[in-house]
């Protein structure tokens, strides 16, 4: 009985540790794009006070046509940046782990 327990224990253990260097080698594996994802946030970050800005004046008393035509470039610049780090966010998303487990016994 108690064989059988420090089996199972082990095995356990075991996909616990197969588990943690997933984790922490996925996460290291990701770094570079977790930084670039931080740095395209600060960019949209600073985008977006553009853009309100733009937006704000326009309700106030318009824009002229260099304005407006700054404020659709930020709009583009911006809606790049969201396409570019929606496929950053689905490429880092993806995280994998071993999961222990039998079929167990059919009932008939």
Do not use: C, P
């Not at 794009?33 to 985008?47: H, Q």
């Not at 659709?72 to 994998?96: A, C, F």
Request: glycine share 8%.
């Amino acid at each position: 009985m108690k064989s059988v327990f420090i089996q199972i224990l082990l095995v356990v253990v075991f996909f616990m540790l197969v588990n943690v260097v997933l984790h922490f080698g996925q996460e290291v594996w990701h770094s570079g794009t977790d930084a670039k994802i931080e740095a395209i946030e600060m960019e949209l970050s600073a985008l977006e006070k553009k853009i309100n800005y733009y937006e704000q004046k326009n309700k106030g008393q318009g824009l002229s046509s260099n304005e407006y035509t700054a404020y659709e470039s930020l709009i583009d610049t911006y809606n790049i940046h969201v396409e570019e780090i929606n496929e950053l966010y689905q490429k880092t998303g993806t995280r994998y782990y071993i999961r222990g487990g039998s079929r167990g016994a059919r009932s008939r």
